[in-house]
């Protein structure tokens, strides 16, 4: 029970507005949680309707993937958008120091370690999760500064894909891809991908949780306050 | 996602996703009665930011009561931190945790200045009474305060910004633009301060630097609108901004009595980004604030219509669809966005 509380507490974060910033990224904590310890897998060959959460709704919708498409090709496609593992994680190592600030802001519920770019880099660089690559591949594109036509490909890779996009990994990576948007100077993308959180958030039926969590925040935010 | 809906929404003129009723009443009791809360100081100005898209989306004259309303709201906001939170700091702190407490923090305030900008700024138009005054100085001094966060934001720590945004540039520059609209507006002006001055030359310092630096198309079209709003010119010229609205210079009659109605057009050199890697600020000619007077007109559409977008570039060549003119944006040639019909930037 612990740990759906958690993982509706994890979810749940990337919507609350009980986050601050003005771009629509949140407060900066010292925490991260692997989401493989409390997310969906994302296989969408086999999707998570597992029914044994009672409290939770299921977080991967049962829509079948797109025809002709695998998560291991997906994952495949990502990952040669994606130069050499060296060159890679010296790009995430140089350039990541804005990974912290973002990877606090979206875990804010669950304070763990915190995981830096470059280890996150090496971790998923071999991911079979397309969500986690998808990440991966935005956080490069951040990090290096240009090549920016590869948050379309992100896009429409993954978070056009309802089936990968309705995970944690997906609601991640689709904050991180709007606040890219935002930071290189497209507002109007932004806000197509913030309403499209939204869409999903509320397809799931995830604001009637929202507002109860809140309440759930905000006696936790009083409390440490006092 | 609920803050980069808001924000975005405000921005862009759009309707925003999430109804703040559907939070409930006693979720907004003590969201209100917060004290000293940067979540709930952050949240509080997202609710007021969706009270001014509620009114700027309704194509009704704008109400200067409710906006004083609002003004109070913020008011109160402001007085739920402490007084230290509000202070900017004289240099920036060492350890890596506090500059990042610090960005946090300037980042908060700047969004609550945008908010209160946006409160006022449809009072800032070329009809607007005297009486709208109230609301124009406010405008005035939340620009001013933005600007003043903006600057500390786009220090430089070896060699990169201490926080780097180019939509949050694009504010700044529409926060100047209001800015030099209240100091030069038609109605009565009041003195100039230098420091108003100092302050808007070290904003337009800081985007040509990044334009001859990074050759960023956005902040060369902000830096030009500025350097062009500030010429001395016996035209009246017409600039057209997104999402801001149109400004419109006219030179006084004290300005053409002097130069006797002759043609005495200062216009600079036009600059591409290219070109300005190797020269200095282009020099603005002495202006007393009466040569010329700046009116404002903000958009009286939510979006320009489809019609009005040309073709351009396609922006993303590795996607098979054609250019997307839905997806024309700021850092794109604005003429993209506007109806030819005035003076581009630059000059024609």
């Known amino acids: 029970m612990h740990a759906e509380v958690q993982r509706t507490d994890r979810l749940l974060q990337l919507l609350s507005p009980a986050n601050v910033a003005m771009d629509g990224t949140a407060r900066p904590q010292t925490s991260w949680t692997s989401t493989t310890g409390t997310g969906n897998s994302c296989s969408p060959s086999v999707p998570d309707c597992s029914m044994e959460d009672i409290n939770v709704p299921a977080i991967v919708s049962c829509v079948p993937q797109a025809p002709g498409r695998n998560s291991q090709s997906v994952c495949a496609t990502l990952r040669s958008l994606l130069p050499g593992y060296d060159e890679l994680v010296a790009t995430m190592s140089k350039n990541g120091a804005w990974w912290g600030s973002f990877r606090q802001k979206t875990n804010i519920l669950a304070p763990t370690s915190f995981e830096p770019l470059a280890a996150y880099a090496a971790r998923t660089y071999t991911s079979s999760n397309p969500a986690e690559l998808g990440i991966l591949v935005a956080a490069y594109t951040r990090s290096v500064g240009h090549s920016h036509h590869l948050y379309g490909v992100v896009d429409s890779l993954i978070l056009s894909n309802f089936t990968y996009a309705a995970t944690m990994d997906g609601m991640e990576c689709l904050i991180l891809l709007a606040k890219s948007y935002t930071d290189i100077g497209q507002p109007r993308r932004a806000w197509f991908m913030w309403r499209r959180g939204m869409a999903i958030a509320q397809l799931m039926a995830w604001v009637l949780f929202i507002t109860t969590v809140m309440k759930l925040l905000l006696t936790r935010c009083q409390g440490s306050l006092s | ?348």
């Open chain 2, 1 to 348: 996602m609920y803050h980069g809906d808001r924000f975005a929404s405000m921005l862009l003129g759009l309707p925003y996703a999430f109804n703040d009723a559907h939070f409930g009443a006693t979720m907004h009791a003590t969201v209100e009665n917060s004290k000293g809360s940067p979540h709930h100081f952050t949240l509080r100005c997202a609710f007021i930011a969706g009270k001014v898209i509620d009114r700027n989306i309704v194509p009704d004259k704008p109400s200067l009561a409710k906006a004083i309303d609002l003004d109070e709201q913020m008011e109160a906001i402001a007085a739920s931190m402490p007084e230290d939170w509000w202070d900017l700091p004289r240099e920036l702190p060492n350890p890596a945790s506090d500059l990042d407490n610090l960005t946090e923090r300037l980042l908060q305030q700047y969004y609550f200045f945008h908010v209160r900008i946006y409160i006022h700024l449809p009072f800032m138009t070329k009809s607007a009474p005297t009486s709208y005054n109230i609301s124009k100085f406010q405008c005035m001094e939340s620009c001013r305060q933005l600007l003043k966060r903006y600057n500390i934001l786009r220090t430089k720590i070896q060699g990169a910004d201490l926080y780097e945004c180019k939509t949050s540039d694009f504010v700044a520059f529409t926060a100047t633009v209001a800015l030099m609209i209240g100091l030069y507006g038609s109605s009565s002006k009041p003195s100039i301060q230098s420091s108003d001055k100092n302050l808007i030359t070290a904003i337009v310092d800081i985007f040509f630097q990044d334009t001859r630096k990074k050759k960023c198309k956005l902040l060369s079209q902000c830096q030009k609108t500025i350097h062009f709003l500030r010429l001395l010119n016996n035209e009246t010229q017409e600039m057209r901004i997104p999402y801001f609205g149109t400004v419109v210079r006219r030179p006084t009659q004290s300005f053409l009595g002097t130069t006797g109605g002759e043609t005495h057009n200062h216009t600079p050199s036009v600059q591409t980004s290219q070109e300005a890697t190797t020269s200095s600020i282009p020099a603005i000619p002495h202006d007393p604030f009466d040569s010329y007077s700046l009116d404002y007109f903000p958009n009286t559409t939510i979006n320009p219509p489809l019609g009005s977008l040309h073709f351009g570039p396609n922006l993303f060549p590795n996607e098979q669809s054609q250019f997307d003119p839905m997806m024309v944006d700021i850092d794109q040639d604005w003429s993209l966005f506007l109806e030819l019909d005035g003076v581009q930037i630059g000059g024609s």
